[in-house]
């Protein structure tokens, strides 16, 4: 193999399923809680997510996140919070930060409050 194809092998996955999994969170969503997908969800996406996770993506452009994990709606990420929680989240049981994996990387407050947007249904 080439070292230019081992190279694309490794971005592709580096955004992929092949990421792991990390236990849920447990994160609780708080009496009160002021976070929805205008106030926080969006902007998180958009800062960490969709530049592989996005529906105008296709093919290579995604660098290996499945298909159907777009988070550019509040729709897209609700179908997959799970997954978000397991690899992006923080809360009591567990930091989950595999993702992103690489460029710009949340900080543990913004991971801390996604995992209780996330908790609260991602209003």
Same mark, same amino acid.
Request: aromatic share 8%.
């Given at each position: 193999? /080439?070292?230019?194809? !081992?190279?694309?092998?490794?971005?592709?996955?580096? &955004?992929?399923?092949? %990421? $792991?999994? #990390?236990?849920?969170?447990?994160?609780?969503?708080?009496?009160?809680?002021?976070?929805?997908?205008? /106030?926080?969800?969006? !902007?998180?996406?958009?800062?960490?997510?969709?530049? &592989?996770?996005?529906? %105008? $993506?296709? #093919?290579?452009?995604?660098?290996?996140?499945?298909?159907?994990?777009?988070?550019?709606?509040?729709?897209?990420?609700?179908?997959?919070?799970?997954?978000?929680?397991?690899?992006?989240?923080?809360?009591? %049981?567990?930091?989950?930060?595999?993702?992103?994996?690489?460029?710009?990387?949340?900080?543990?407050?913004?991971?801390?409050?996604?995992?209780?947007?996330?908790?609260?249904?991602?209003?």
């Amino acid at each position: 193999m /080439s070292r230019a194809a !081992a190279v694309v092998l490794v971005a592709l996955a580096a &955004c992929g399923e092949s %990421a $792991l999994f #990390g236990p849920p969170t447990e994160a609780t969503c708080p009496p009160g809680s002021t976070s929805t997908w205008d /106030s926080f969800g969006q !902007a998180f996406m958009t800062r960490y997510c969709t530049r &592989c996770h996005a529906r %105008a $993506l296709t #093919g290579a452009d995604r660098h290996g996140a499945p298909s159907f994990h777009d988070f550019d709606t509040v729709f897209g990420v609700r179908a997959v919070r799970a997954h978000i929680d397991e690899t992006s989240a923080a809360g009591p %049981a567990a930091v989950n930060t595999s993702m992103p994996p690489d460029g710009e990387r949340p900080s543990m407050a913004e991971r801390l409050q996604l995992g209780e947007w996330l908790a609260c249904q991602a209003p």
